[in-house]
């Protein structure tokens, strides 16, 4: 009975869709044969049976493969292969062959060692009984394998390797009188091994963890947040603010400037010359800028409620005595005055005029004199 294209696809799929010796087990290996050849080189010998086309005078025959491949990955890879078949001749007479080569291209999806298989190659075919004893052809194969391993038994990553194919021609020409056709359709069963050539990759080690450094624990016997080492104020307690050194910031100055007044950190008898507090010429009428300046006391003395203060008026020397001296307190005067305003208690703040006996600098230039005319604030308590 001829065989046919399709009924050699069924027949090949037959075969391979069941289970082969140790398929399972290689399934379940941590490393599949096809990993096993994983951008490696390797080498096939196979022993094959044609199932041959009877329509060409033919019985089945026996012959072999050799394969030489290179993996590109583990999916895919390109096989060169030299082929030999020999047949029996149905009439009788010697047998014809089949000598050639070509290149395949394997493919392996992600179902393990399945893998399929496309050729392209030439064929040489002697002693054929059909209208040409002697052609040569182009074939095509296309079929199935399956990889049964890897096992160790020659080399690393050695299989067993198990293909059924398709093998045909393009050659169309007329059937004999004795009905013999040259064309080509058989199937050819081919059982080898597979043997890697040269070391498998080995995969890069993970890398090595870092080394855990071991800090040694600081002491912070006052709990400030400085280590003992670094603070030079070891007896502060936890709540306390201090900076870098583990001391506490140092109390506020005793100052009057282009900043404000502070009193957070005067003392009794510090003395603050109010810059700035200057009245009307020879009155005790304080100027607009002399009030704004009098509102940052104020604000000072809220902030301060346990200091008392002196109000001091100077002049300077120009004038009789006795004028200077009530011109001063008139005008330390008229500053309490502001203060008690402003909300300042009348028992925090004194008024003394001191006229121009206490001078700070020489009254005989403008400058001197501009100096020498002032208001001070002197703390009491």
Do not use: W
């Amino acid at each position: 009975m001829m065989i046919r294209k399709r009924q050699l696809l069924v027949l090949l799929a037959t075969c391979l869709g069941g289970s082969l010796p140790g398929a399972s087990a290689a399934q379940d290996d941590d490393e599949t044969a096809s990993a096993a050849i994983e951008n490696r080189f390797y080498v096939s010998p196979m022993a094959s049976y044609t199932l041959a086309d009877s329509d060409r005078g033919t019985d089945d025959g026996i012959g072999g493969t050799l394969v030489v491949g290179k993996m590109f990955g583990s999916q895919f890879g390109i096989e060169l292969e030299a082929v030999y078949s020999s047949y029996d001749l149905d009439r009788g007479g010697e047998s014809a062959t089949l000598v050639g080569g070509g290149l395949r291209g394997v493919l392996f999806p992600s179902m393990g060692n399945y893998y399929g298989v496309l050729g392209l190659g030439y064929g040489r075919f002697e002693d054929h009984p059909g209208a040409d004893p002697e052609y040569d052809s182009a074939l095509i194969t296309l079929g199935l394998g399956y990889l049964v391993g890897p096992f160790d038994f020659i080399a690393s990553g050695i299989s067993v390797r198990a293909e059924a194919a398709l093998r045909t021609d393009a050659h169309s020409r007329d059937q004999t009188a004795d009905s013999i056709n040259n064309a080509l359709n058989e199937g050819l069963f081919s059982l080898g091994l597979l043997i890697p050539l040269g070391p498998a990759e080995k995969p890069l080690p993970p890398p090595e963890p870092e080394p855990v450094q071991v800090v040694e624990a600081v002491a912070d016997t006052d709990g400030d947040g400085v280590i003992d080492d670094a603070d030079q104020c070891p007896d502060t307690s936890p709540d306390t603010t201090v900076d870098g050194q583990g001391c506490p910031p140092p109390p506020p100055a005793c100052e009057s400037g282009a900043g404000g007044v502070e009193l957070a950190g005067c003392a009794p008898g510090q003395t603050l010359v109010l810059h700035g507090v200057n009245f009307e010429f020879d009155e005790a009428t304080l100027t607009r800028n002399a009030t704004s300046l009098l509102d940052q006391v104020v604000f000072a003395l809220e902030e301060a409620p346990q200091i008392r203060v002196e109000i001091g008026g100077h002049t300077d020397a120009r004038g009789s005595d006795a004028y200077n001296q009530e011109l001063s307190e008139r005008r330390a005067q008229s500053v309490v005055g502001y203060l008690i305003g402003q909300g300042i208690a009348a028992e925090r703040l004194e008024a003394v005029g001191y006229g121009e006996v206490a001078p700070v600098a020489d009254n005989e230039t403008d400058e001197g004199r501009e100096r020498n005319r002032r208001v001070e604030l002197r703390i009491i308590e």
